[in-house]
C-alpha cells in the first residue's frame, strides 16, 4: 500500500505546476519590489498640527 501512495504522489507531483516557480517567474525575481508595490508612507501628523504649533 505505502508503494502505490509512493507512485501517485510521483505521479501528481509531476502533472503539477510548481507555484513557487510560477510566482518568481511573474514577478520576475524582485521579491522587494512586489513586497513594496504601491505602498506609500501615511500621513501621521496633520497640517493642523503645524498651524498650531509654530
Not at 5 to 30: C, H, P, S
Amino acid at each position: 500500500m505505502r508503494k502505490d501512495k509512493q507512485e501517485i504522489t510521483a505521479a501528481v507531483k509531476d502533472r503539477t505546476t510548481d507555484m513557487l516557480k510560477l510566482f518568481l517567474n511573474y514577478i520576475e525575481g524582485d521579491i522587494d519590489g512586489f513586497m513594496f508595490d504601491g505602498l506609500t508612507a501615511p500621513l501621521i501628523i496633520d497640517e493642523s498640527y503645524h498651524q498650531h504649533a509654530g
